[in-house]
């Protein structure tokens, strides 16, 4: 299934990746990303695979690669709350932080274990999860 770009400017970032087909054009050495302007690709390097990040808090050290994630960061600094939930009064400096909270509301558990029928709906949550079968295999290990 191919995706639209997105007008945000996620193309030259990386953050959008288009169909992976040779019609696409001009394709990324480093990942996935392709795209039919090599302009595009050559941004899409110096942004996510230089190491460069041109994007600065003036309140501390913290430097990313894009503008829409310095705004966020910023928004913990001045205290502003721009992502409100739908479901309850809950607001958040962060788009993905709010996704996350909003998975209380649904149930929906995205990330789900590989070996038992464990589902979370973080990561985080999933990653403590993997450690009960992390501590099997050690105290199994010992006994060989």
């Not at 040779?22 to 110096?46: L, Q, R």
């Not at 502003?80 to 996350?100: D, G, T, V």
């Given at each position: 299934?191919?995706?639209?770009?997105?007008?945000?400017?996620r193309?030259?970032?990386?953050?959008?990746?288009?169909?992976?087909?040779?019609s696409?054009?001009?394709?990324?050495?480093?990942c996935?990303y392709?795209?039919?302007?090599?302009?595009?690709?050559?941004k899409?390097?110096?942004?996510?695979?230089?190491?460069?990040?041109?994007?600065?808090?003036?309140?501390?050290?913290?430097?990313t690669t894009?503008?829409s994630?310095l705004?966020?960061?910023?928004n913990?600094h001045?205290?502003?709350?721009?992502?409100?939930?739908?479901?309850?009064p809950?607001?958040?400096?962060?788009?993905?932080?709010?996704?996350?909270?909003?998975r209380?509301?649904?149930?929906?558990?995205?990330?789900?274990?590989?070996?038992?029928?464990?589902?979370a709906?973080?990561?985080?949550?999933?990653?403590?999860?993997?450690?009960?079968?992390?501590?099997?295999?050690?105290?199994?290990?010992?006994y060989?």
């Amino acid at each position: 299934m191919e995706r639209k770009a997105k007008t945000d400017g996620r193309k030259a970032t990386g953050e959008w990746q288009g169909p992976n087909s040779s019609s696409s054009g001009h394709k990324c050495p480093h990942c996935d990303y392709a795209t039919a302007s090599m302009n595009e690709v050559w941004k899409h390097i110096a942004l996510s695979h230089s190491g460069a990040k041109p994007y600065f808090c003036p309140y501390c050290l913290y430097r990313t690669t894009r503008n829409s994630l310095l705004k966020e960061h910023i928004n913990t600094h001045t205290g502003e709350r721009p992502f409100a939930c739908p479901h309850c009064p809950y607001s958040s400096s962060h788009r993905n932080i709010l996704k996350r909270h909003i998975r209380t509301h649904t149930g929906e558990k995205p990330y789900a274990c590989t070996q038992c029928p464990f589902q979370a709906a973080s990561k985080t949550n999933l990653n403590k999860h993997l450690t009960i079968h992390k501590r099997k295999e050690d105290a199994n290990q010992a006994y060989l």
